[in-house]
C-alpha cells in the first residue's frame, strides 16, 4: 500500500481481508483513531498479525496496538542501509527479536571506544551483512543501542535475540549533564491511564540551565475542567518522569490532535539549545 492516505489503507484492508498489517506502531495507532473516527469495528476486519517496527516503542503502546486493532503485535528491526525490515524479528514467544544470522553477524561496540563488548552488555549493534549482494556491509555502525540474548528461546529457534532497541547513540539527549533516552519518558507516559501515546519533548537552555518540557495529549475524558484535579495530575505525572529520568521535566497538557502527526515516524523532540 506504501504510505499515506489512511482512508484508502482502511478500505483495502475491508476490501482484500488484509491479514498481515505492516507500519509503524505510531501509524497502527493513527490507523486505530481514524477508524474510531469512521465508526469502523476493527473486530470486523481480518486482521491477525502485526509487523511494527521503524522506532522504539513500548510494551504498553503494543498492548494498546494489540487491543485497539484485534491483532498479535510484534517488534521487527532493521534498516535501509542494511536491507530495510527484515534484520531480526520477534517469534510468538515476543520475548526478544531473533537475528537472522545466516544473513547478518552482529556485534555489540562500545560506540566510545569501538571495543566489542561481552555477550550481555549493552552497546551499539554493529552488523555484517553475509548475502547482501552490490553493496554488502562489514561491521556497519547502526547507532542503535541494545544488547544480544544468546540464552534458548521457547519457540526452539537458536539464532540469537535482540533487545527492543533503547535508543540511539545519537539521539541521546543530555539535560543537565544526565543522558535521557525518549523512550523512557514514553514509558513513563504509556503507563499512566489517559496519556495518549502522543507527546513532544521541547528542550532549552534557559541561561545555563537546560530545561525540559514534555507535552502531553490528553483524552476528552481526562481533559478537565477543574485546575486542582489538573494540577494533581501534572504534578503526579512529573515526579514519575523525575523518579525515572533522574532530572526534572515540566508537564503540560496539550489538546487532542494538537501535536503534528506524520504518516511514518513521530517526531518527538524539538531541541532549541544552542550549544
Ligand atoms: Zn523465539
Same mark, same amino acid.
Given at each position: ?8 489503507? #482502511? ?8 491479514? /498481515? *498489517? ?50 498479535? %503485535? ?13 534484520? %531480526? ?13 545466516? %544473513? ?20 551499539? *549493534? ?47 539527549? #543530555? ?9 523512557? #519518558? ?5 503507563? #499512566? ?14 541561561? /545555563? ?35 525515572? *529520568?533522574?532530572?526534572? %521535566?515540566?508537564?503540560? *497538557? ?11 515516524? /513521530? ?9
Amino acid at each position: 500500500m506504501s504510505s499515506g492516505n489512511t482512508e484508502k489503507q #482502511i478500505m483495502i484492508m475491508q476490501d482484500y481481508k488484509s491479514t /498481515a *498489517l505492516v507500519c509503524t506502531p505510531t501509524y497502527a495507532i493513527t490507523l486505530a483513531d481514524k477508524m474510531e473516527r469512521m465508526g469502523i469495528d476493527p473486530k470486523n476486519l481480518s486482521l491477525k498479525v502485526g509487523l511494527f517496527g521503524g522506532e522504539p516503542w513500548s510494551e504498553s503502546m503494543r498492548k494498546e496496538i494489540e487491543t485497539r486493532l484485534c491483532l498479535s %503485535a510484534t517488534d521487527n528491526y532493521g534498516l535501509s542501509e542494511v536491507i530495510g525490515p527484515g534484520v %531480526a524479528g520477534e517469534c510468538s514467544c515476543k520475548c526478544g527479536m531473533h537475528i537472522f544470522e545466516d %544473513a547478518f553477524i552482529p556485534e555489540i561496540i562500545d560506540p566510545e571506544t569501538c571495543q566489542v563488548l561481552p555477550p550481555g552488555s549493552v552497546g551499539e *549493534l554493529v552488523l555484517t551483512t553475509l548475502t547482501k549482494e552490490a553493496l554488502p556491509m562489514i561491521r556497519y555502525r547502526t547507532r542503535d543501542i541494545t544488547s544480544l540474548d544468546y540464552s534458548k528461546c521457547d519457540c526452539g529457534r537458536t539464532m540469537v535475540r535482540m533487545k527492543k532497541t533503547m535508543g540511539r547513540s545519537d539521539d541521546m539527549l #543530555i539535560i543537565k549533564g544526565v543522558n535521557v533516552f525518549p523512550s523512557q #519518558i514514553e514509558e513513563v507516559l504509556f503507563a #499512566i491511564e489517559g496519556c495518549e501515546p502522543h507527546y513532544q519533548l521541547v528542550v532549552d537552555r534557559i541561561g /545555563a540551565m537546560d530545561e525540559l518540557e514534555v507535552r502531553i495529549e490528553v483524552t476528552e475524558n481526562i481533559f478537565f475542567d477543574e485546575m486542582k484535579k489538573q494540577r494533581a495530575f501534572l504534578e503526579m505525572v512529573e515526579k514519575k518522569i523525575a523518579s525515572m *529520568l533522574g532530572v526534572g %521535566a515540566t508537564v503540560k *497538557l496539550v489538546e487532542p490532535n494538537s501535536i503534528p502527526r506524520q504518516e511514518g515516524k /513521530a517526531s518527538r523532540v524539538i531541541d532549541k539549545r544552542k550549544i
